[in-house]
């Protein structure tokens, strides 16, 4: 499944569910948490824990890292490397990836 530059965990979230058959209330019955928590963060009303990334990582055997991102939540050692090395790496970051306008 390919994902935009512009999706948000939360549509990820809602994609992926939606594609295995998956209805917000069976999610939340099987992860213990109201559905109306899962419906915040698919319409990007909220912002997940690390622990509930990674269990839905593992549910639908996702890309933690990547969902990690798209909700705004660097992994620590991305963020070791960002506090050591910030002139650096936001240089590397800027002209590896950035596109001329």
Known sequence: MKNTDKETFGTILKKIRKSKGIGIKKLSSHLNIS?????????NKSLPSEEFIRKISEIFEYDKEELMIRAGRLPEDILNILRE???EATQYLRNRFVKDG
Do not use: R, T
Not at 35 to 43: C, D, F
């Open 85 to 87: 090395n910030p002139k």
């Open 35 to 43: 559905h109306s928590y899962i419906s915040k963060l698919e319409n």
